[in-house]
């Protein structure tokens, strides 16, 4: 068969975030910042896609823009990456098959959200704000999105950020179901466009757009980090519950059996 099964796919999980608890610090910051970077990209292309459309298109316009968006999983998973999105699935999986201690999934979270961090800031920062990528002819669109998110309250926020990382840890899920590039871009491409079409709440992808309109001068600093503890807060559970403990529970993969996978 060229796609694994469910099952099958939870110890591959597993076997993952078991790797991912193991990469050294220099490998986390790298990998990172360009997976921090590929989804700023993504974020960067579905902006200039949706600006330059027609108003009345309405919400065409902004499923046209949420169909371009996924380039940034599709890069992070096939070129390599280490995102915190869907680090907060793989994880806790491992953490909870007991390969992995929760230090090892606190310490790939901390330095993962540092580096995508810094990925996803150079990208609104060199493109953005010096190549003006975000601003003149865009401002208005950058402003536009990250107010909505940033006055976003806390509550709608985390929700926001639930449905977010639920779809985007599907997507992954999806990913590893698959043998094939094809099938994998298939698999991750569908799930992060209903995402961003839905316009759910991705701490990694606020992390460029939010900083974009604050280097324009149009946001501050303090207006950000309510919103980025609200919705890392909502991926973590969207991640670690909604797809990694369901799935775990559902297949219950064996320790020795996800020790075989290795």
């Given at each position: 068969m060229s796609l694994h099964t469910p099952k099958e796919i939870a110890q591959l999980a597993i076997q993952a975030g078991v790797v991912k608890s193991r990469a050294s610090f220099s490998t986390l910051m790298l990998l990172g910042f360009m997976a921090g970077a590929f989804i700023a990209t993504g974020f960067l292309l579905d902006l200039h896609v949706i600006n330059s459309l027609p108003a009345d298109w309405g919400s065409f316009g902004g499923f046209l823009g949420a169909a371009v968006f996924p380039v940034g999983l599709i890069l992070t998973v096939l070129a390599g990456g280490e995102l915190l999105t869907g680090n907060m699935m793989l994880l806790p999986m491992a953490w909870f098959a007991r390969r992995i201690s929760l230090a090892s999934v606190?310490?790939?979270?901390?330095?993962?959200?540092?580096?995508?961090?810094?990925?996803?800031?150079?990208?609104?920062?060199?493109?953005?704000?010096m190549l003006g990528m975000t601003e003149g002819d865009y401002l208005k669109k950058t402003v536009a999105i990250a107010t909505a998110k940033a006055n976003a309250d806390f509550l709608h926020a985390f929700i926001s950020g639930?449905?977010?990382?639920?779809?985007?840890?599907?997507?992954?899920?999806?990913?590893?179901?698959?043998?094939?590039?094809?099938?994998?871009?298939?698999?991750?491409?569908?799930?992060?466009?209903?995402?961003?079409?839905?316009?759910?709440?991705?701490?990694?992808?606020?992390?460029?757009?939010?900083?974009?309109?604050?280097?324009?001068?149009?946001?501050?600093?303090?207006?950000?980090?309510?919103?980025?503890?609200?919705?890392?807060?909502?991926?973590?559970?969207?991640?670690?519950?909604?797809?990694g403990l369901t799935y775990f529970l559902a297949f219950r993969p064996a320790s020795e059996q996800a020790s075989a996978a290795q």
């Open positions: 606190l310490r790939n979270w901390l330095w993962v959200t540092l580096a995508n961090f810094l990925g996803s800031v150079a990208v609104a920062w060199f493109f953005g704000h639930i449905g977010c990382n639920w779809l985007v840890c599907l997507a992954v899920w999806l990913a590893f179901a698959s043998k094939d590039v094809v099938g994998k871009i298939f698999g991750m491409w569908f799930p992060v466009m209903a995402f961003v079409a839905i316009g759910f709440q991705h701490v990694v992808a606020n992390m460029f757009i939010i900083p974009a309109a604050i280097f324009a001068g149009q946001m501050s600093w303090a207006e950000y980090f309510p919103n980025f503890i609200a919705v890392f807060l909502g991926n973590g559970v969207g991640g670690a519950i909604f797809v």
